[in-house]
């Protein structure tokens, strides 16, 4: 197998046209290829001096994608390293984008060639870019890339860096809406937890507060997605969905309104609610690929915190066994879950058959959690300072009193 191992002065990217020209003609024997190869370079030089960079790329990255089965991938990589290195060229913003979306188009549209070599391939040229919106256009291509070629793993870490990202690219609503939604189809093609792919399908849905109904339907689908994460996620249980005017609509929607009751239960209900829907929607419930069992786990905690959130603190083990439907055995297991859980904290009087809850979760926190935290901490602030000017009165007592004493003493 023939390597890319300049040997001449010739330029680099003379010396890729003619090698990837050389392997695209080879089959067509010496008469032909020579004139092929020939009038390539011919037309590459042009470019190269007339400053043509977008037709040069075009020009190249069309020979290498004709010769990529059969090169290495270490030619492979090199070929197109010296192809992005043309986006170093342009000096104009608007030719240097369209350069940077031509190459990552071309990179991208073999995904099931090479795509481990390509995803790299396409990082290198997002390095290569120092335009932040250039480097967004790459990125979308590189996720468009890792999910039609299979190679999830190579773009998900970057996914951790993304709030950074967001200000450096400094992005229109519309991109962000395509990035969210981009990331989150990945997680959910790769089976992440729930709650990760609900982290960005809620940035998606954020970014519709204050849209016309007419923005709103396009949102829709993704809400009862949303909804259905949130049901699956075994370890969440607090989320401002019901807040959001992207899933509110769904409330009234002859599609997914059966989808908004269901968030409506798991965020404001108790068991019973939850049994009440699955009787009459159970074929619903399997559609979305939601397992019966989980749910009434998921809803049993639910349900306890709803208990403590209404029951003065003080909840007797027969109205948990009534609520969550269980034996009487099974009060005590449960409740630890609901501690280990983090949803409350509590002491278990066995004697008095009583849960004494000091701390509960909000299932909800939307306005009225709020207004309520807001109070607290404001009162804790008055406490606060009345500390202190207690601290500093008797501090004036004591200096006033000591000055008295040394005065006598005087």
């Known amino acids: 197998m023939t390597t890319i191992v300049p040997t001449s002065e010739e330029d680099p990217v003379l010396y890729v046209v003619r090698f990837t020209a050389d392997k695209s003609w080879a089959e067509a024997g010496p ?10 370079c011919l037309e590459a030089q042009e470019c190269m001096v007339t400053g043509r960079w977008l037709d040069l790329a075009s020009l190249m990255i069309t020979s290498a994608e004709l010769v990529s089965s059969k090169v290495s991938d270490k030619d492979l990589e090199s070929i197109f390293t010296i192809i992005c290195d043309l986006v170093k060229k342009p000096e104009n913003l608007d030719e240097l984008l369209e350069l940077a979306k031509l ?6 549209q073999q995904p099931n ?9 396409m990082f290198n040229l997002y390095n290569l870019l120092e335009n932040p919106y250039s480097r967004f256009c790459v990125y979308m291509k590189a996720l468009k890339l890792a999910m039609e070629g299979k190679v999830i793993e190579n773009i998900v870490p970057t996914f951790k860096k993304i709030d950074s990202l967001l200000k450096e690219w400094d992005l229109a609503v519309q991109d962000q809406r395509d990035l969210f939604l981009a990331i989150s189809n990945i997680l959910r093609e790769q089976r992440s937890s729930p709650k990760e792919t609900l982290k960005f399908l809620t940035k998606y849905l954020a970014t519709f507060s204050g849209e016309d109904a007419h923005v709103m339907e396009e949102a829709k689908e993704e809400a009862a997605n949303a909804i259905i994460e949130f049901v699956k996620a075994p370890d969440m249980f607090q989320h401002d ?20 009751q269901l968030l409506k239960i798991f965020q404001t209900q108790r068991l019973g609610a939850y049994l009440d829907f699955h009787t009459t ?4 419930l399997k559609s979305y690929g939601l397992v019966h069992e989980e749910c009434i786990a998921k809803m049993r905690l639910m349900s306890i915190v709803d208990l403590a959130s209404n029951e003065s603190g003080q909840i007797p083990y027969s109205l948990i066994k ?3 439907q269980i034996e009487d055995s099974e009060v005590e297991p449960w ?14 009087d066995q004697m008095n058959q009583v849960i004494r809850v000091s701390r509960y979760t909000e299932r909800v926190f939307g306005p009225r959690q709020w207004k309520a ?4 901490l404001a009162t804790w602030r008055g406490n606060v300072a009345n500390v202190l000017t207690t601290i500093q009165a008797n501090k004036v007592t004591e200096e006033g009193t000591q000055a008295i004493q040394d005065q006598s003493q005087g």
């Open 322 to 324: 009534d609520t969550l």
């Open 241 to 260: 969905l019901l807040e959001m005017p992207a899933v509110a609509q769904l409330e009234k929607d002859s599609k997914y309104a059966d989808v908004y």
């Open 113 to 121: 060639d090479k795509p481990a070599v390509r995803m790299k391939i």
């Open 373 to 376: 935290l807001r109070e607290k």
């Open 335 to 348: 409740v630890v879950k609901a501690i280990t859980s983090k949803l409350i904290d509590c002491k278990i």
């Open 281 to 284: 929607n159970s074929a619903l």
């Open 31 to 40: 008469e032909v290829a020579e004139q092929q190869v020939a009038s390539l």
């Open 103 to 108: 190459l990552s188009t071309k990179i991208a």
